[in-house]
């Protein structure tokens, strides 16, 4: 159970962190200092860019993002950097950092070849297309969003040491130190972190082990407070087990064992079996072209890069720069691509382990401008005329993205989650961390919407081992001369695929630097619900009363996504500087050398 307290000591090294462990127990809360103040969420963010000349690592905590600097210092490499950040997150972010979860990653080495890991979690073996039906055959969506049998398979620990294995070149005690030192002597809860952890009370009561681990009230009571140190040391300990027996250290022996009571407690359905079987799996990216950058990304079971190939498609023959950044026209045009690309996702994707899916059409050029064909400049198309197309031959807003990219040139981009924040809101009794509630990402039923509002098809449906869909869009562009230009990603379900694309166009069509096009205003839409979102800073009046004289429904919301990117700047000698940025939407950092 996590402990509450007042100090945040510096990283030491693994070797008296094992000492100082000895398997302590649960937890107890002091309030720290005075919470500072928050900007107005209605107001537009403000970016703080950072500079590096040997390396830039991005990401959703400080105390995350720091110990990818120091891999990186010590002379690990961003694959090496990555790992580290993706275990410390585990530690710093709960809301979805995560063991319990998965997610993808994307590798370009200096060279230009890439690939992709993809680490999303698996239906266990007990799951059925009925599972989240009740007698009459309706879905019943709370099943697959709260509790224990929301929960699918984790993969992050098996995808993190794949590519530590493989890609990188420290120890696996050497990237998993800080991890486990923040775990031990804790960490300083940011204000966002407390106000999330008090909002979700009501949820965390639901279940004694959530209550116990991350419960506000107790022998302490009170409040979360910004600047509080949370300490994690049963999770410590299930990250030893990890440091010492690699995969087996989470898949089979003592993790397991308290991960499969913890289910039977809660009537789940992961067993074992489930968890010694998993396996990460290499796949080839997803490759496209914009303006003569090369664009990699994430293949299915990700829709993000098939999406984002589309929606590039459908800017390329689009005057982006000339229409006006965030004008009613481009809003316009650019808004029936992303109806028509949802409809597409909805029909055509889902794990091509188990259905085929039409990739290499979907993504074809000339398939896209055959979509946009009946889009006409003053009227949006009435929504019963958008649906999917027919190609020739055919996820939570709380997730997290991390960027790395080391002095090479090795760059890494990396999505991950547990879904919802604090996915299924459950613990696992024993070893500290939440389980995702990612079975909700299968269509449940078709024509249901998920807790996002994204309608799926059969080739998205429950079954056995089976990858649930997902809009996790880890990208990196090389620019015309086949250098790396930019690494991206970012949170927030559905929206992830439209933020990347956004700020993707925002560097190549605006030359607007990585601070700048994270930062700038977004619009979403998902072919479902109707309206488009447009982010409530960004769009004057004007815009707004055009694109209703159009018949966009329109829904003006606060802020959503978390982008955190790196951009490369060569000078005349080809010598790199790093740009990074985090999204100042929510907390995050860059860190450069």
């Known amino acids: 159970m996590p402990t509450r307290g007042l100090a945040l000591p510096r990283l030491v090294v693994a070797a008296l962190i094992s000492i100082a462990l000895a398997y302590v127990s649960p937890a107890y809360a002091l309030p720290a200092g005075d919470e500072p103040l928050r900007t107005n969420k209605h107001e537009a963010p403000v970016a703080t860019p950072e500079y590096g000349e040997d390396g830039m690592v991005v990401a959703a905590h400080p105390a995350a993002a720091e110990a990818g600097r120091q891999i990186l210092e010590q002379g690990g490499n961003a694959v090496d950097a990555s790992v580290a950040v993706g275990f410390a997150l585990a530690v710093t972010y709960p809301r979805a950092g995560n063991l319990g979860g998965g997610g993808f990653l994307v590798l370009r080495q200096p060279d230009g070849t890439a690939t992709t890991i993809d680490h999303r979690e698996t239906a266990p073996a007990a799951a059925t297309p009925d599972v ?32 530590l294995e493989k890609y990188g070149t420290l120890s696996r005690s050497e990237v998993m130190a800080p991890a486990i030192e923040l775990a031990i002597n804790g960490f300083e809860l940011l204000p966002t972190q407390a106000e999330a952890l008090n ?34 040391p049963d999770l410590a300990n ?50 496209s072209t914009y303006r003569d950058h090369r664009v990699i990304s994430m293949g299915p079971p990700s829709s993000g890069g098939v999406a984002l190939a589309q929606l590039l498609n459908a800017a390329e023959n689009y005057d982006v720069a000339g229409n006006g950044l965030n004008a009613s026209a481009t809003v316009h045009h650019l808004g029936e691509a992303m109806r028509r690309v949802f409809a597409d996702r909805a029909k055509w994707m889902g794990d091509t382990d188990f259905v085929d899916v039409p990739i290499d059409a979907l993504m074809d050029p000339a398939y896209m401008r055959t979509r946009m064909d009946d889009v006409q400049p003053n009227r949006i198309t009435p929504t019963d005329s958008v649906s999917h197309g027919t190609p020739p031959g055919a996820e939570s807003m709380e997730t997290t993205h991390y960027s790395v990219v080391d002095a090479d040139g090795q760059a890494v981009s990396v999505t991950t989650t547990i879904n919802s924040s604090y996915g299924s809101k459950v613990v696992v009794d024993g070893a500290g961390f939440f389980l995702n509630n990612e079975m909700n990402d299968f269509s449940l039923k078709p024509g249901v919407p998920n807790q996002f509002g994204l309608v799926g098809s059969e080739r998205n449906a429950v079954a056995p081992q089976k990858r649930m869909l997902s809009s996790m869009t880890p990208t990196i562009v090389e620019d015309p001369d086949g250098r790396l230009h930019l690494v991206i990603g970012s949170p927030g379900g559905p929206t992830i695929i ?17 601070e700048q096009a994270i930062t700038t205003p977004r619009f979403h839409h998902q072919w479902k619900p109707r309206s488009i979102w447009l982010e409530r800073h960004g769009f004057p009046q004007d815009v707004q009363e055009n694109l209703d004289a159009r018949g966009w429904p329109l829904n003006v919301r606060s802020r959503w996504g978390r982008a955190h990117g790196v951009r490369v700047r060569y000078d005349s000698t080809g010598s790199a500087t790093y740009h990074g940025s985090a999204d100042p ?9």
């Open 238 to 287: 299930v990250l030893i087990r990890i440091r010492e027996n690699g995969r087996a250290g989470f898949y089979t022996g003592p993790t397991a064992n308290l991960i499969v009571s913890e289910m039977q407690r809660g009537d789940g359905l992961i067993t074992h079996e489930d968890l010694a079987s998993y396996t990460a799996v290499e796949r080839e990216p997803v490759v």
């Open 498 to 514: 439209t933020t990347v694309f956004q700020v993707i166009m925002n560097v190549i069509d605006h030359g607007m630097d990585i």
């Open 132 to 163: 989240y039906l009740d007698a009459r055959g309706n879905a019943v969506r709370a099943r697959s969003r709260r509790g224990h049998l929301a929960s699918g398979v984790p993969g992050t620990v098996d995808g993190l040491l794949h590519a």
């Open 585 to 593: 939407r929510r907390e995050g950092v860059a860190v450069g050398l």
């Open 199 to 232: 909002s979700a009370q009501d949820d965390f009561n639901q279940f004694a082990s959530t209550r116990r681990y991350f419960g506000a009230e107790g022998d302490q009571g009170g409040r979360y407070e910004p600047g509080q140190t949370l300490r994690q």
